[in-house]
């Protein structure tokens, strides 16, 4: 076994057991294998062993290993999970099946016209600044409700949930707390949260996907 498969399979119990603690059902957390900076033959023995959601930052970087993964394991979802610009949001439509970082009005205004153009049906989570930390991507916690109502309403993007990247040195949990309570108040259901570090952690506080790089594909 390579050490991702072992390593896979390691995160997979421990979500697992996260489920059962947390009184959850099992199976109700999506695990989005982040495989930025790793190469396909890196990428191929996790999507062997059954993996089929997997997580990238980077638009270029992406466009570069998965088309020809796709074609050789179908049912792939592929989530964008990194900083959007403006001018490549053409490419991440065509590209992603999620995106999870709309974070300002211009992006949602890009993503939905290019949507309707290229006949693409994605899915959206709203980036939220959790701990509004100056140097960090996502939308004030405050404005979060409002803002993932106005892409609904005005943009139609079909904004399923929320996404948070809690500062590195602080406990997560009440970050983690305060993102299910503004998407309780904002009707969204889907919680996408935790990392390698503390996605267990995620898990006991309502998230429904977690997104694990380095705890499966080892350091970057
Ligand atoms: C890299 C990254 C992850 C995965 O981080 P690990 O600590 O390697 O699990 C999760 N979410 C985002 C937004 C990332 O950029």
């Given at each position: 076994?390579?050490?991702?498969?072992?390593?896979?399979?390691?995160?997979?119990?421990?979500?697992?057991?996260?489920?059962?603690?947390?009184?959850?059902?099992?199976?109700?957390?999506?695990?989005?294998?982040?495989?930025?900076?790793?190469?396909?033959?890196?990428?191929?023995?996790?999507?062997?062993?059954?993996?089929?959601?997997?997580?990238?930052?980077?638009?270029?970087?992406?466009?570069g290993k998965w088309p020809?993964?796709?074609?050789?394991?179908?049912?792939l979802e592929l989530h964008l999970i990194g900083p959007l610009q403006s001018n490549k949001a053409k490419e991440a439509v065509a590209l992603f099946d999620v995106i999870e970082t709309v974070d300002r009005e211009k992006i949602a205004a890009e993503l939905a016209k290019e949507a309707a153009r290229q006949g693409r049906r994605l899915r959206f989570y709203v980036q939220v600044n959790i701990g509004q930390e100056p140097q960090?991507?996502?939308?004030?916690?405050?404005?979060?409700?409002?803002?993932?109502?106005?892409?609904?309403?005005?943009?139609?993007?079909?904004?399923?949930?929320?996404?948070?990247?809690?500062?590195?040195?602080?406990?997560?949990?009440?970050?983690?707390?305060l993102l299910a309570k503004i998407a309780a108040e904002a009707g969204l259901q889907k919680l996408s949260m935790g990392m390698s570090g503390d996605y267990e952690t995620a898990v006991h506080f309502g998230a429904t996907s977690v997104r694990v790089g380095s705890a499966i594909f080892g350091t970057r």
């Open positions: 076994m390579t050490d991702a498969l072992e390593n896979l399979n390691n995160v997979r119990a421990r979500i697992a057991a996260a489920e059962k603690a947390a009184h959850r059902p099992a199976g109700s957390v999506q695990l989005v294998a982040v495989s930025k900076t790793f190469e396909a033959d890196a990428i191929r023995p996790v999507l062997q062993a059954g993996q089929r959601v997997f997580g990238e930052n980077r638009v270029q970087e992406a466009q020809a993964l796709r074609q050789e394991f179908p049912g960090k991507a996502g939308i004030d916690p405050r404005e979060a409700a409002a803002f993932a109502a106005r892409c609904r309403d005005v943009h139609g993007l079909a904004v399923e949930g929320l996404m948070c990247i809690p500062p590195a040195d602080e406990n997560p949990g009440p970050h983690f707390a």
